[in-house]
């Protein structure tokens, strides 16, 4: 893990303890052909694109806080096949309805 705001790597030990028991789920998983990876992100309209992190080649967007207008969550599912169809969601904050409740 990187440790914001420093350029050195650590390890948790409470973490390092559920890598085994993650590890034979994701064989499992991948033995059954169902293993799916799902992510989620955000947009923020006053983000802006920066280098940043240890690596000054790789783009990455600033933080915004929450405050500084409407946020976009962007939520996808996908497998070694590629995208999963109808599992793309982008969500609006500020907007009502059941379907803009993505913990569901």
């Given at each position: 893990?990187i440790?914001?705001g ?5 390890e ?10 993650y ?24 983000m802006t ?20 207008g409407?946020?976009?969550i ?19 904050n ?11």
């Amino acid at each position: 893990m990187i440790n914001i705001g420093e350029r050195f790597i650590f390890e948790r030990p409470d973490l390092t303890r559920k890598w085994a028991p993650y590890l034979s789920a994701v064989e499992r998983a991948r033995a059954n052909n169902c293993f799916v990876y799902i992510d989620e992100t955000w947009v923020f309209p006053s983000m802006t694109k920066k280098k940043e992190w240890n690596n000054n080649t790789i783009l990455r967007f600033v933080s915004a806080s929450k405050n500084k207008g409407r946020r976009a969550i962007v939520i996808g599912a996908i497998t070694e096949h590629g995208i999963v169809p109808g599992c793309t969601k982008v969500l609006i904050n500020g907007r009502t309805g059941a379907d803009q409740d993505y913990h569901h």
